[in-house]
């Protein structure tokens, strides 16, 4: 079956614009419903809301489409497209009225990953990516930055909600930390990506993170000529994922590796 990528792209589009509106027009009356991983790993319901309201607008196009969705919205499909989304990147900072946040939509066909879109409402950005396509932040091309040296690489990061998860992330950040130029962790694995892809940091490393938080943001980021991986040559996935301009994901990986990823 044929699925043009631009056909996905403004469904995408629209249903994360619509998402986002949503929980900016609801922030006033956020509230915790549920905790996950650990006390501090928290749902609110308007994370729940949001994650409806993007399976309403999707289905609405496209019935067939399976679904997965990081509040249980998901489902099977029979059109070999899979959308999988984040409806609420960064709980916490949304929580708190730090603006750092984001929906997060993609679209893989057969698989793969063609479609992304980012949109954090509160800085203002709408990232879009497609395969083959496009890389773009409100409508104007975007490129990963030219660093070729760790040395001066800006770096992004983020820790789970697990304290002991926590305490070994600690120690690989204790290990890099004298070896780039410095280390940012805003609260929203999606925007850090697409940040990557942007140049506005250099790379983004971070053990935990599930597809939904990084999906879109790899198309992007591809798109945007970032590297994106897991480690040591393998794929991006939950136990590592790296997206860094192409001059410095090489030596990151290495940092990574001497710093203790993998044998925390
Ligand atoms: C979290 C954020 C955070 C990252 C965590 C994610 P959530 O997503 O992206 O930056 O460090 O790994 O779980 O819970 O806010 O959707």
Redesign the pocket.
């Known amino acids: 079956m044929n699925h043009p990528v631009e056909d996905l792209l403004e469904i995408a589009t629209r249903a994360a614009a619509a998402a986002a509106q949503f929980l900016v027009d609801g922030w006033a009356t956020r509230s915790v419903v549920s905790t996950k991983s650990s006390g501090t790993?928290v749902v609110t319901q308007m994370d729940r809301g949001s994650e409806a309201l993007l399976v309403e607008a999707i289905l609405a196009s496209r019935p067939d489409d399976a679904i997965l969705g990081?509040e249980g919205g998901s489902r099977e499909g029979t059109s070999g497209v899979r959308w999988v989304i984040?409806p609420?990147?960064?709980?916490?900072n949304y929580l708190y009225g730090f603006p750092v946040w984001a929906v997060s939509v993609a679209a893989e066909v057969d698989g793969e990953p063609v479609v992304g879109v980012v949109h954090a409402p509160a800085l203002g950005t709408v990232w879009r990516g497609a395969t083959g396509h496009l890389a773009e932040a409100n409508g104007t091309g975007i490129h990963a930055s030219g660093c070729d040296d760790l040395a001066m690489a800006l770096v992004g990061t983020?820790?789970?909600y697990e304290a002991a998860v926590r305490a070994a992330q600690g120690e690989v950040v204790a290990g890099l930390l004298p070896r780039v130029r410095d280390i940012r962790r805003a609260?929203?694995?999606?925007v850090?990506m697409c940040w990557v892809a942007q140049g506005v940091l250099d790379a983004y490393f971070?053990r935990?993170?599930?597809l939904w938080?990084r999906a879109a943001a790899m198309v992007i980021c591809r798109e945007a000529g970032a590297q994106v991986g897991g480690l040591t040559g393998g794929p991006a996935s939950d136990a590592m994922t790296v997206a860094a301009a192409p001059g410095v994901y090489p030596s990151l990986q290495k940092a990574l590796i001497e710093a203790g990823v993998g044998h925390e």
Not at 187 to 190: N, Q
């Open positions: 790993d990081e984040d609420l990147d960064g709980t916490v983020g820790f789970g609260g929203a694995a999606a850090d971070e935990g993170t599930h938080d």
